[in-house]
């Protein structure tokens, strides 16, 4: 940026402002988004002798590990689910749609007693279908409010009267109580207008604090209407939206969740007689996981993806209100219990700035590269980037491990994963996740690009989205 090089060069911006309008007339730099400005020969990152793109690491997948990437043509994302019934009581952007569930487990040909894993089950689009074609559904989940809307949502059979019964209860308190204190984040006066936070903590101060299902039921639409009540958005990452004209008031939004909640219960009753047993949903890490060995029949997930996702920072709204953490210190301390993202705290890449004791052969010169290029650059927002992606793939080896174990022989591990590109440098985590499992005795089954995606550093360059399958050999 202008302010950067002003401060390298120990100039006034003006000075570096119109050397830039010189360069770029003579073509030797552009400006992209965000008044960042770049040399001309590095726009685009193919051009650059030392950048391995995604064909190249394509070719070595297929010449080392005998596969060749294929084409997964169905839905995937987890928009569709924002209309289906249940599904939409916690709108989680994060994860896939319930048609690609489905579509998974009718292609496995479960038997009536399988039981379906998902290691990160998220608000539970694989638990819930699971449990709908008749199988036995296990979850693991760290973040708390994604474990709640995932027990929730799991429990078909709820009485609706119940929950209409909590539903007036909650209303009731709200109404006779005076407004509450506010969490303790920093900018909550600024996401929340001062009538929208006036009922919301009369909302919140009246939520049961009981386990019983409707009163978790009422915890969870008390959580779905919080972003909808501010000024931000998930798209996906959390941020400020566009303003726009206020929406109904929370209290109007809570009696409305409620009442699609009965609405979708009472149209999923009648095909109650196929469900499986009720979900079980433990909120913990999964890399702690202990089911017995070869007692499942299906694993089927969405881990993290490398350098992806921030979920603490992406929920610290949901974290914050529904009481999960209580200050700053709480979010930090669950960020270091997450896979790695990028804004772990540093002392937890300490362990892992090495690059000669990575756990695939690819690592050590994608690791070397981004710890490169960022020392280069200068100005990256953080310098063990290198580390970041190191733990990353670390994490991920207890969570195959895991699953390899409890797999039955044959039992298939489907992983919806993307790749990235981190300080220049393209990592192929869909293709590097599926040589882990091989390196765990998984057999790489197959490979399927589902769609293409953006990177979130460079606008013009293409990710993609991949559907991995593992399958635990017979005789295993």
């Known amino acids: 940026t202008v302010r950067q090089l002003a401060r390298r060069l120990e100039v006034d911006s003006p000075a570096v402002e119109e050397e830039l309008d010189r360069l ?23 051009r650059r002798p030392d950048f391995e793109d995604a064909a190249a690491f394509r070719e070595r ?23 289906l019934p249940v599904h939409r009581w916690w709108p989680y952007v994060q994860g896939y749609s319930a048609e690609f569930v489905r579509a998974v487990i009718d292609h496995a040909g479960l038997s009536a007693s399988a039981t379906v894993l998902d290691p990160f089950s998220g608000s539970g689009t694989t638990l819930i279908e699971a449990r709908r074609a008749g199988a036995r559904a296990i979850g693991f989940e760290l973040l708390a409010p994604a474990a709640l809307a995932a027990r929730v949502k799991g429990r ?60 978790e039921a009422a915890r969870l639409a008390f959580g779905r209407i919080l972003i909808p009540s501010s000024h931000l958005r998930r798209s996906p990452c959390l941020g400020y939206g566009p303003a726009g ?93 997450e896979v790695a993202c990028d804004n772990l705290p540093r002392a937890e ?42 733990r990353y793939f670390r994490d991920l080896l207890p969570i195959l491990s895991g699953v390899y174990r409890s797999l039955r022989p044959g039992g298939r591990f489907v ?4 790749d990235s590109l981190l300080a220049g440098t393209y990592v192929p985590g869909d293709l590097i996740t599926a040589r882990l499992g091989a390196s765990v005795g998984f057999r790489i089954r197959s490979v399927d690009i589902a769609r293409e995606r953006r990177s979130g550093q460079r606008r013009s360059f293409r990710l993609r989205e991949s559907v991995v399958t593992l399958e635990r050999p017979n005789g295993t």
């Open 24 to 46: 770029a007339a003579r073509g030797e730099v552009v400006r992209m988004g965000r008044g960042l400005w770049m040399l001309s020969d590095y726009e685009t990152l193919e």
């Open 61 to 83: 997948f297929e010449h080392e590990d005998g596969i060749a990437l294929g084409a997964y043509d169905g839905p995937i994302t987890f928009r569709p689910n924002d209309q």
């Open 156 to 215: 078909l059979e709820l009485d609706r009267s119940a929950l209409e019964r909590a539903r007036r209860r909650v209303l009731a308190r709200a109404l006779r109580s005076a407004p509450g204190a506010l969490p303790f984040l920093r900018e909550t006066r600024r996401q929340f207008d001062p009538d929208v936070l006036d009922e919301l903590t009369r909302l919140r101060d009246a939520l049961p604090e009981s386990t019983r299902p409707e009163d």
């Open 245 to 337: 004209p206020a929406g109904p008031p929370p209290f109007d939004r809570f009696r409305t969740a409620i009442t699609e909640m009965r609405s979708d219960l009472e149209a999923l009753a009648p095909e109650r007689a196929r469900w499986g047993p009720p979900i079980v949903v433990e909120q913990r890490d999964a890399r702690t996981m202990d089911l017995p060995a070869g007692s499942v029949d299906l694993a089927l997930t969405s881990p993290p993806y490398v350098n992806g996702m921030d979920y603490v920072m992406n929920y610290k709204i949901d974290l914050a209100w529904l009481g999960y953490v209580s200050s700053y210190a709480d979010l930090t301390r669950l960020r270091r219990e």
């Open 349 to 390: 890449t300490r362990a892992y700035r090495t690059t000669h004791d990575a756990p695939d052969p690819w690592l050590p010169e994608i690791l070397e590269q981004i710890r490169e290029r960022t020392r280069r650059k200068g100005s990256y927002r953080r310098d063990d980037m290198h580390g970041i992606v190191h």
């Open 415 to 418: 992983l919806v994963i993307g």
